[in-house]
């Protein structure tokens, strides 16, 4: 499906935004920023702070007018309908729960709106507290709750509306890690049950990585790639996507050469490094090559055979994880290198490398991105 | 008490000391002042309430006799009822006058609410007399309204109840407490997160619902403020119905005032007092019990 076929695809069924821009000021927060969102996907959009994110997803919701562009939901065109019009709801960043009211009475002020009678009320906000276990929770108040507890109620305050698509603004950030990482699960597994579009804004790529089915990355009010988690990691499209996204080290050169769908980076005062080019890579331009930790090998012994990029350095920290170590290798030209090696077996040859030692890092050319720009 | 049956260690023995003293030093100095100036005077005054008493003769005893005076006499009874009457229609038209101000300035002026608020204190700063007396100016026969609605041919002859009237006791007491309604409205409203307004919105709420649901509740503290600064000080006003009000303008605080200073009856006047506070009390007490408001502080 192209892109084109996408949006009208998401401007039919799904959500879709076309072209919406918003200016504050000399400021543009939103920047010609276009995508779709099927039924049932859990879409991410993930971005450093002031990156645009929440500005997008507050013009879904109608509460920021976007200054250029449109919004389309479910084949309507929805840009200027207020708030409360709009099948569309938000879980905010810091919760916005009414404190004047019971937990109870704040999951029913949305069914209270819509004027639902009264039993249905009861059984739903009754049936989603349990969704998220809350069962006698309804007469405390917000205050009386921990961040975690505020977090689900929240959730369930939009949720029992049944909008056609749940916009999360940083639902988690202000949670310690344990409660996060259990609320992730639960919101995935809810999201499945519900069969609910999620578009989950978030500045932790490890949360997008985890929970999404597509991701957006956003910076300076533009999309830069939208993709499914493998591909956004595997195949960034700039080097701002690869360095936001996981861990990644990166070598500044110039351009030596580009053949056989490979580019030739000379990197000063170390090595000429070969990796995939990406983009309009030319001779003579300058470059990043970029490579992920996790494809790289260390050994006390310099690659037999096979054509690796390699370099040599002294190895100055080991950070041992359980699952995997980390090594930092100071190289040449003093930058440091991280390197992960799983630990597959406590009789390897990588256990024998300690401090201070002379080491090679290597690996193989198809998994270095050359970035120009 | 350490294990060892050591006397406490005189470093931590100190600390102690040094905690106290700073608290004793902090919360003492007002204390006393309120005990010596505030406190006293008021127990003196709640003991003499049970004293003989007469024309400039107090006399230690315990006798109901004052309360029974002033409860059984019909005129006081009567005085008594136009003063709640009156102050609490006046409390009545304050609120319909200051919450809209308050409204206003806190939701939708978006950048000179503070200079706006403090117009509305610039009369407070002028002394209180002088403000009633500019009143007189004002509703007086041939004060300025009377004066313009006669050139403006609306009315014949100056309208008599303008000034020494409970209608003129009502028109000074709103300009005089209406700042005191406005700005704990105004900081209750301007205190209402905006992600809650939102999320109203995103709920369905419309702008009734969101002011029926989310404004009114969460600036019933700020209203309620408002009433205890307003309403209790108000039933013990006597400089204005002493200057406006008239026969028909007058005050329980007129009251209590004469028996003090003109009557020599303080035994009287203090009964009077503890009456209107006993009132009020109750009526504070009601006022929370039916807005909830335990719930919100």
Known sequence: ???????????????????????????????????????????????????????????????????????????????????????????????????????????????????????????????????????????????????????????????????????????????????????????????????????????????????????????????????????????????????????????????????????????????????????????????????????????????????????????????????????IVRLPTGQQVRVFAQNISKDAEIWKITWDEKVWVYWRPDRSLVFVE | MSTLGLPIPYSRWRRTVQQYAGLVLNVFPPFIYLLLFFYAPMALLFVMSFWKSGYMELEPAFTLENYRAFLSNPTYRRIMWNTFVTVTGVMALLVVVGYPIAYFLARMVRRYDALLIYLLIIPVEINYLIRIYAWKIVLGRSGIINAALMYLGLIDEPLRFLLYSRTAVMIVLIHEWLPYVVIPVYVALKGVPQEIVEAARDLGAGRWDVFRYIYLPLSLPGLFASFILVYIPMLGEFAIPSIVGGPSGYMLGNVIESQFLAAGNWGLGSAIGFLLLFITLVLVAIVIKVTGLEELM
């Not at chain 1, 949360?207 to 993709?227: H, S």
């Not at chain 1, 090998?297 to 055979?305: D, E, N, Q, V």
Request: glycine share 12%; aromatic share 8%; charged share 25%.
């Open chain 1, 1 to 327: 499906m192209t892109i084109r076929e996408g949006l009208q695809h998401g401007k039919e069924n799904g959500l879709a935004v076309e072209h919406l821009v918003k200016r504050f000021g000399p400021l543009v927060a939103v920047d010609d920023v276009s995508f779709s969102v099927a039924p049932g996907e859990f879409f991410s959009l993930l971005g450093p702070s002031g990156s645009g994110k929440t500005t997008t997803l507050r013009i879904i919701g109608g509460l920021t007018v976007p200054d250029e562009g449109e919004v389309y939901l479910g084949g309507e065109r929805i840009t200027y309908w207020p708030p409360e019009k709009r099948d569309v709801n938000i879980v905010f960043q810091n919760y916005a729960l009414f404190p004047h009211l019971t937990v109870f009475e704040n999951v029913a002020f949305g069914p209270r709106r819509r004027g639902w009678p009264e039993r249905k009320i009861r059984e739903e906000v009754t049936r989603f507290l349990k969704m998220v276990h809350l069962e006698g929770y309804e007469g405390k108040y917000p205050r009386q709750l921990s961040g975690g507890e505020k977090q689900r109620v929240a959730l369930i305050r939009a949720l029992i509306m049944h909008p056609k698509v749940l916009l999360l603004d940083e639902p988690l950030g202000a949670l310690d890690l344990k409660i996060r990482q259990e609320l992730q699960l639960e919101l995935i597994r809810i999201q499945e049950e519900v069969g609910i579009t999620f578009i989950y804004v978030t500045h932790d790529q490890g949360e997008a990585l985890t929970m999404a089915d597509r991701i957006a990355v956003m910076n300076r009010g533009k999309i830069l790639q939208i993709g499914d988690p493998k591909t956004i990691y595997e195949q960034p499209v700039n080097r701002f996507v690869a360095h936001f996204i996981g861990n990644t080290n990166f070598f500044e050169g110039q351009v030596v050469k580009v053949e056989g769908g490979m580019a030739l980076v000379d990197v000063p005062g170390l090595a000429q490094i070969w990796g995939v080019p990406v983009g309009e890579v030319r001779a003579g331009l300058p470059a990043s090559v970029s490579v992920r930790p996790e494809k790289m090998y260390i050994s006390r012994h310099p690659p037999k055979g096979g054509s690796f990029n390699v370099l040599q350095g002294i190895v100055e920290d080991m950070i041992y994880t359980g699952v995997s170590t980390e090594f």
